[in-house]
């Protein structure tokens, strides 16, 4: 899925083996970040931007 916040495009995917969701820059996918929820995942993809 796509989503889009103020300033970022991201794509979000869950990984099931480590119960992470991983969000991928949708213009740059080599930045991504991982959290527990998608919110701390986000945040994380921020400081790339």
Avoid: C, P, W
């Amino acid at each position: 899925m796509t989503f889009k916040n103020n300033l970022l495009e991201y794509r979000v995917m869950f990984d099931l083996a480590n119960n992470l969701f991983i969000v991928l820059d949708k213009n740059d996918e080599a930045k991504s970040a991982s959290g527990i929820t998608i919110e701390q995942a986000v945040r994380a993809l921020k400081k790339f931007a």
